[in-house]
């Protein structure tokens, strides 16, 4: 039985991921669209898919049986609580919200229900090499994590459509939510430094480095650099108390010419994590499936919410800005 599902915004996240729905997987048939532009949402709607006026109106569609959000991030509470009431398992772009209050009313309206229902797009959980290296960190064979090394770096990011903040507002969701995830730690402070600009990005606050103090005394080490140049290299290396484990490099076909011996590196995200993305979307079709979620869930979209808030704060102080949490409901547990 194949479920349906609605598509909330159809940018270039949202088409990604009706290619991927309609294309690629299985067990899933996208019914319904809808985008602020009408135009966009015909273009992209799969033949036979209803294009709705609102979001409202394809969280209220009663073929709809699930949703996945991928519209602006300011627009996500909204959109999040109205497929909580009406009991629809919920796949949403990060980031999750935009503010702590927001993040606490999604937390609390779930809660509320009493089952969970959403999940967050934090795709590199899904990545194998990422679930390779978790593995080797909870069999506990190289003791206690001491120091994770996160490296995000972009060849480019769009000019006048990418801010100074972004890097620690939306870039940094991603190195704060896996390094919880594979140190199994909440983050409790954040510092940024923001060393020498790179002229590649003008005006833009680029490169930053971040440190992330972990509950457990472990230290998160983010590089963010979002005008790299040279391709989308994601990298990660903890260093525990008797070995060190690191993500391998992405394998591709060695050339060697009179320019030396050099290995192509991934252009941009879609083809970095195009099967972690496809993997995300074949366990949540699977708990959607049955009415709950499993992956990242809200708690993981508050964390990652609080850490942004943290560096945005740390940027501007050049202090260690703490990050306080409410009490774990049982429901995340």
């Not at 036979?48 to 991030?73: E, F, N, Y």
């Not at 990418?162 to 890097?167: G, I, K």
């Not at 991603?174 to 940024?192: F, K, M, N, P, Q």
């Not at 941009?268 to 949540?284: G, L, N």
Request: net charge negative; charged share 25%; hydrophobic share 45%.
């Amino acid at each position: 039985m194949s479920l349906n599902v609605g598509v909330i915004g159809t940018g270039m996240i949202g088409q990604d991921h009706i290619r991927r729905l309609t294309r690629v997987l299985s067990g899933v048939t996208v019914v319904a669209v809808n985008d602020m532009d009408q135009a966009r949402a015909q273009a992209a709607a799969p033949a036979g898919a209803k294009v709705h006026p609102t979001p409202d109106a394809l969280v209220a569609d009663p073929d709809v049986q699930a949703v996945v959000i991928c519209s602006w991030g300011p627009a996500h509470e909204e959109q999040l609580l109205a497929c909580i009431a009406a009991g629809k398992p919920v796949f949403c772009e990060k980031p999750m919200v935009t503010s702590e209050a927001a993040a606490l009313r999604i937390i609390e309206a779930e809660v509320a229900f009493g089952r969970r229902l959403v999940q967050v797009g934090f795709m590199r959980r899904f990545d194998a090499d990422y679930r390779r290296l978790k593995a080797v960190i909870d069999t506990g064979t190289l003791g206690a994590p001491l120091m994770y090394y996160s490296k995000h770096r972009n060849a480019s990011v769009p000019e006048g459509l990418y801010t100074s903040d972004m890097p620690l507002n939306d870039t940094l969701v991603h190195d704060a939510d896996i390094s919880r995830w594979l140190l199994s730690d909440e983050v409790t402070g954040v510092e940024v430094r923001v060393p020498r600009r790179s002229s590649r990005g003008k005006d833009l606050r680029d490169p930053v480095l971040v440190l992330l103090h972990m509950a457990s005394g472990a230290l998160v080490d983010v590089e963010i650099s979002v005008n790299i140049g040279y391709g989308y290299d994601i990298r990660g290396e903890v260093s525990c108390e008797a070995g060190v484990a690191a993500l391998p490099n992405r394998p591709a076909a060695v050339v060697t010419d009179a320019h030396g011996i050099r290995q192509a590196i991934p252009e941009d995200w879609r083809e970095r994590f195009i099967e972690a993305y496809d993997q995300e979307f074949r366990e949540w079709i699977v708990a959607a499936g049955q009415g709950t979620a499993t992956g990242p869930s809200a708690w993981d979209g508050y964390a990652a919410t609080l850490v942004a808030d943290a560096a945005l704060r740390a940027v501007d102080s050049g202090r260690l800005e703490a990050v306080g949490m409410i009490a774990k409901p049982a429901l995340y547990s």
